[in-house]
Each structure stands twice: as C-alpha cells, then as structure tokens.
C-alpha cells in the first residue's frame, strides 16, 4: 500500500520544487514552438530544461508517494547531486541560449530565456535549504571533493556538446583529447553513482585510496589534453571570416573547457589527498 506524504509538497523545498517543474515545463513548450535551430547547442539546451523537468517530477512523485523510502540509494545523496548539477546545467543553458539563439527577438525565445534564469536561482535555492538542513547531504557530497566530482562531469558535458566529429577523426592526437575526456567523464560519474548507491563498502579495499588513484591518472590525462588539443585543431586552422559562431569556436570552447577541467581535477586531488591522508595524521 503506497502512504501519500502531502507535507512534503507544503514544505519550501516542496514548494520550490513544484515551481521548478512548472517553469521548466514552460521553457520547453516555449522553445518547442520555435523552429529548431541547426546547432548542437540546441539539443543540449532542450536536453538540460527536459532533464531537469522530469527529474523534478520523479523526485516529486517519489517523495509525494514515500517510495523513496524503498530505493537502495543514499536519497539525500541524490536529491542533493541533481540540484547542484541542474543548477551547474541551468547556468549554462541561460548563457548559451539568449547568446546564441536569440537574434530574432522572438517574444517566445525571450520569454524562455527569462524563465530559464528564474529555473536557475531556484535550484540554487534548492541546493541552499539542503545544505541547512542538517543530514540533507551525507558522506561524499558533503567534502569538497564530492562537489568537484559533479563539476567535472558537467565541464565534460559541454566539451562533448561542443565537439566536431569531422574535425576529430581526422587526426589522431585529438581522438586521445577524446578519449580523454570520455574515460574521465564515466568514471567520475561511476564513483558519484557508486556513492550515491551505497555500494563503496563492497570494494575489498579503501575506495578513498581508489578515487586519489583514479583523479591523479585523470589529472596526468587532462595535462596531455590541455597540449593536444590546441596543438591539433589550431595547426594551419585560422580563424575563418567571417565567424558567426562557427565550429572554430567550438574549438576555443573545448580548449577553454579543458583547462578548466584541469584546474578543476588538480583541486580535487590536491583536497583529496589532504582529506585521506593528512587528516588522518
């Protein structure tokens, strides 16, 4: 028998959520109606508001109806994960949409890029009222590494949304760049899944130990990255006129977003071997 649990949706992360739901659901009929445009970035601006909406929607269900209460999963954990990579995703998508597709003035376009901004400060305000609340976010997305995990997949996401496949498969040091930035992508999502299911404990060793191995390897892969890539998609490739947006662009945003990444798994080593080893002594 499912119990029904109205208060969940009376309480102000209820409320929010509600409201997260509604406004994304508006931006996708919004954007909907407008003719699609020939751009990657299309697809990963309707993906972000569709991802977010229906997530929104199971978290809602799931908690409105208690069966949270029967997954074998950290729920906090993964309430708390989704509400800070749709407000990482959000951010972009805020960015990217009235920037890039907005030339027409189209009054639907406006509207969805507004609403989108409104999407955005309310799952921040989500991820605000989790970390208030005491026991919201346990074990792994409580440090500092946690959060990091969650923003080296979505730095990932928008090199993939920018890439070429007719510029990388011609040449093979930027197929390393994308393998690169595929393995590193799985396995750091792997260890956020595999925290988020409870399912560190059944390692025959210390999966701490395990994440330092895995982000000193992905921090040595990123460096060769951070060469390869401009090395390759810049040699005898200049900048075409005019350049409306263009795919050498795109490269800038792939050689822009590894750096990033860089910085990003640098810190998370660095934090992680302090927090495993030193913190210890």
Known sequence: MVNLDLRSLTLPVGIVRICE???TSICIGLVASVARENSSYWPWCMFTWCFCC?????ILIME???????VPISWDDFTSAFAMLASLMLFAVSVIYPTLFNQSKDGRMIGAATISWVCLAL????VWLASRKPGEISGFL???????????????CII?????PIRYSKLPGLQWCVAVYSLCFIFALLIILLTIAKLTSVFPFSFDKLAIVYNILALMMYMTAVVLWPLYAFQDNARPTPCNHCTWDDLVVVTFMTVINLIVY???TAYSIRLVFLSRE
């Open 266 to 268: 640098s810190l998370d």
């Open 64 to 70: 409105f109806t208690r069966l949270h209460d029967k």
């Open 21 to 23: 739901f509604v406004l």
């Open 142 to 156: 409580s440090t500092i590494p946690g959060l990091l995990k969650i923003l080296e997949t979505f730095v990932a």
């Open 123 to 126: 799952y921040v305000v989500e």
């Open 54 to 58: 229906f997530f929104t929607l199971f």
């Open 160 to 164: 993939f949304t920018a890439l070429d």
